[in-house]
C-alpha cells in the first residue's frame, strides 16, 4: 500500500500475461518477468503461482522473489503457501510479513508446520508477535481468528470535534477502518460512527448522537461461518470482536467475512459431492485420492445394499430379462429427484430460510411436488414402456415404482440434511451418498417388487 | 437509520420469538405484534415473514402493516415480495420506498409485475423516479441494476480541507460511504481516498497524494457475477461504475457484492443439481415442479440410454442372472466419483483456480487420481465379489469395469464443466445429469461388455 505504487496502473492476469510470464521465465529473463509481474495485483500473482506447474513456480520464485511481498502469501492457497515459503529467501519472507495486518499472519501462521512457523514468528516485530501469538490461541475457525487486533477506539462521551482532533494526532491507524468505535472505561464496545457521518456533522455534536442503530458485536469465540452469516444478513462492513466479559479484543472487516462466505459456500458444495472440504484443483493426485476414496469405499458398500435387494429377485429377473433393462431408469430419476430436493434444502438452511418453524410445511411441500413430478414421470414411462416394450403391465409397473420413487427422493432429499442438522453435523456432509443409496435401494424395491406381484 | 431509534437494542430472530410472534398473531393484539418485531432487524422481520405461513402472513401484514418498511421489503424473498407489497395500504409502500437507496428501490421493482412497479414509482420523488428509471435501463443482473446512484466526487485537485468543508456543508449525502472519489472535469473517477485516511491527514495535503493504490472501475454493462468476483479478489470496499464513456454513473458497495457473490453460490448449487435458478424453499408445489420437472425428464431419456445399453446384453444377463444384480454398483459409484471430480471443477472455475492455462494438468491430475481410487476400489469389489458370489472371474470383471468407469467418471467429471464454459454456458448448469449419464452408460457398458467376453 506504499504510496508510490499508486503510479503503476493496475492490470488485470490474462492469458496472455500468464503466457508472455511463463515464456520470460523459461528464458531465465529476470527483467522481464518483474516487469510482467509489477503491474498485477497481489491477488492476481497468488493466481499465476497457482496456475502455472511446479517446475515453473520454482524457476521464477528463483528469478524473482523480491516481487513476492505478503500480501502475494495471504493470498496464496494452502496447497502450496508452504511450498512457497520455503524457497523465498528468510529475509524475502521477514520483510513480506512484516507489513501484513496480524490477521493477515495469522491467517499465513495456521496452515503452516511448525518450523515454517517459527520462522514468520521470528521475523515479526515483539508487538505484532504476541498480538499473533494471543490470535493463535483462539481455536481454528473462530472470530478470534479472523480478527485484526488493530481498532479504533474512543471514549463514548466524545464529540466529534474530539475524535477528529485524535485521529488527526495519531500515528498507528489501521490501513482500513470504517468507524470509530465508541467505548465505555473497561473498553466494552457500546456503539460505533461512521466515518462518513462524523465528517458530515459539525465539531460540537457528540458521538453517542449520530452513531448507528445498526451495532452490533461477536465474541472472539464464534465460529466464523456464523460471522459470515452476520455480516451478510445485517449489511455490517465491521464489527467489533468482544471477549468473555465483553471487553473489545478486535475487529473483523467485510472483506474477511466475504471470503469465509466465499469459502464456506466451496466447502459446501465439496462436501455435498463427498470431497473432503480442503480439495483444491492445486492438490497432487495422492492428496486428491485421500480426499474421496473414504467415500467412494462407503458408497461401494451402499451400492452394495441395492444389489442385495436386486439379488432377492433373481428368479423374478429370470424369467423376463427385460426387467433387468429398465430397472436403473427408476432408480436414476430417483436419484436427480433426491439431489434437486437436497440442493434446495442444503442451500435453504444455510441461508435459514428453512427453520424448525416451517421444516414441517417445506416437508409437506416437498412430498406434494414430488408426488406431481412423479405421476407426470408416470405418464410419460408408463406410455413409453409399454409402446418400445409392447407390455403394458411392464409399463404400469414402472409407472407406479416412478411415482414410489419420485415421493421417497423428495421427502429423503429434504430429511437427510435436517436430520444431519438436528444432530449437529453439517447438513451437505455428504448427504449426496446418502440420498442416492435411498433412492437407489428403494427404485429397484418397488420396481422388482411390484413387478413380482403384477407380472408373475 | 432514523437516528431515535438507536435507543432499541436489536435482538436475533430465535424460535421462541416466532412462536411469540405467530400466537400474538392468532390473537389479533396488534400492541404484542409490534412489541415483538420492534427490536428486529429489518431482514429478520423478512426472515419472519417467509418462514411463516402464507394465513399467518396475511394476518400480520392485516394488523400492523406500519411496521413493514422499506429495508424489509428489500430482504425479502422474491417469491413473497410481490404478495406482501399487494396487502400493503398504498400509502405504506409509498413511505416505504421513499426511504430506501435507489438501488434497493430498482432491486424491489424488477421483480414485480407492472401494476406493482406502477404503485411503487407513483410514490417517488421525481428525481429518485427518473434515477430508478435510468438504472432499470441496465440489462437485469448487471453492475448498472446493482449500483447506487449516490457517490461523493471532489475534483482530483482538492485538498483534504477542501473536500472535508465540502463534506460538513453537504445535505445529501449517502448513507453510508467510506471513500471519496477523486474525479476529472468529465466527471471520469481517477482514483479514491478512504474517509479513515483523509481524516488522519493534514488540511493542506493533496487528495492525490494518499489516493489508494489499489483502484479499479466497473462498467455498468459488466454482469453482477464479474462485478462479485472482482470485490473478493482485490478486496475492494466500493466501487465506481462508468459507463461507456469512462463517466462515473453510480457507486457499488461490498455489501451488495457479498450479497451478489452469496446468491450466485446458491445458484450454482442448485443449477450443479439440475434445478432452476431461483428455487427457494418458499416456493409453492407448482413452482417446485415448474423447476425441477425439465431436467427429470431429460434424465428419464438419458436414464433410456442405459436401459438401451443393458438390453444389448441380455443374453449375457439370462444367462448369468446374478450380473444383474452387481452392475449398478459399477454405475453408482462411478457416479460418485463422477459427482466429486464435477464439484471440484466448478469450484475451481468459479474460483478461477481452473483456467486454460493449467486445465491439461488437472484433467491429467483427475485421470491419474481417478486410475488410483479405480484400482484401490477394483482390489475390494474383486476381492468382494469373488468371496460373497463364489466366482473368480466374475470378480475380476467387476475389478476391470470398476478402474474403466473411475477414469471414466474423474474424467467427465471434469470435462463438462470445462466444455459448457467453453461454450460460454454456465459450467454448473445440470452438469450433474450429464455426468452421471455417462457413467451410468460406461459402467453398464464395460461390466456387461467384459463379462460378455470373459463369462461366457
Sequence with gaps: MAENEAAVEKVELDETRVEAIREAVDRGDSDEVSRLLKPLHAADIADLLEQISGGERRELLALCSGEIDGDVLSELDETIREEVIERLPPEVVAEAVRDLETDDVVDILEDLEAPAQGKILDALELVDRVAVEQAMSFPEGSAGRLMQREAVVVPEHWTVGDAIDYLRKATQLPDQFYHVILVDPRIKPLGYVTLGRMLSARHDVRLKDIEEDNFRTVKA????????????????????????????????????????????????????????????????????????????????????????????????????????????????????????????????????????????????????????????????????????????????????????????????????????????????????????????????????????????
Excluded: K
Excluded at 456464523?226 to 465491521?238: G, K, P, R, T, W
Excluded at 462436501?271 to 458408497?299: F, H, K, M
Excluded at 430397472?327 to 442444503?346: E, H, K, N, Y
Excluded at 455428504?430 to 413380482?452: E, H, P, R, W
Design 221 to 456: 469465540t464464534q465460529e466464523e461461518e456464523e460471522v459470515a452469516y452476520i455480516f451478510n444478513q445485517y449489511h455490517l462492513i465491521s464489527c467489533p470482536v468482544v471477549d468473555d466479559s465483553d471487553r473489545l479484543v478486535g475487529v473483523i472487516t467485510i472483506d474477511d467475512a466475504m471470503n469465509v462466505l466465499d469459502e464456506e459456500h466451496g466447502e459446501d458444495m465439496l462436501l455435498l459431492a463427498g470431497v473432503g472440504e480442503e480439495a483444491s484443483v492445486l492438490d497432487g493426485p495422492i492428496a486428491t485420492v485421500r480426499q474421496r476414496l473414504p467415500w467412494l469405499v462407503v458408497n461401494l458398500f451402499t451400492a452394495s445394499l441395492s444389489a442385495l435387494v436386486i439379488s432377492r429377485f433373481e428368479a423374478t429377473i429370470a424369467s423376463l430379462v427385460a426387467l433387468a433393462a429398465v430397472m436403473p431408469i427408476v432408480a436414476s430419476t430417483g436419484g436427480i429427484a433426491g439431489t434437486q430436493s437436497l440442493a434446495v434444502a442444503v442451500r435453504a438452511l444455510a441461508t435459514r430460510d428453512l427453520t424448525s418453524s416451517n421444516a414441517r410445511r417445506v416437508v409437506l411441500r416437498e412430498v406434494t411436488a414430488g408426488a406431481i413430478n412423479g405421476l407426470v414421470l408416470a405418464a410419460i414411462l408408463g406410455l413409453l414402456g409399454t409402446l418400445v416394450l409392447g407390455d403394458s403391465w411392464l409399463g404400469l409397473v414402472l409407472a407406479m415404482a416412478m411415482i414410489v420413487n419420485q415421493i421417497v427422493a423428495a421427502f429423503g432429499g429434504v430429511m437427510v440434511p435436517l436430520m444431519l442438522e438436528r444432530f449437529g453435523l453439517d447438513p451437505a456432509l455428504a448427504s449426496g451418498t446418502f440420498v442416492t443409496t435411498l433412492t437407489d435401494v428403494m427404485g429397484y424395491l418397488a420396481f422388482l417388487g411390484l413387478a413380482t406381484i403384477v407380472l408373475l
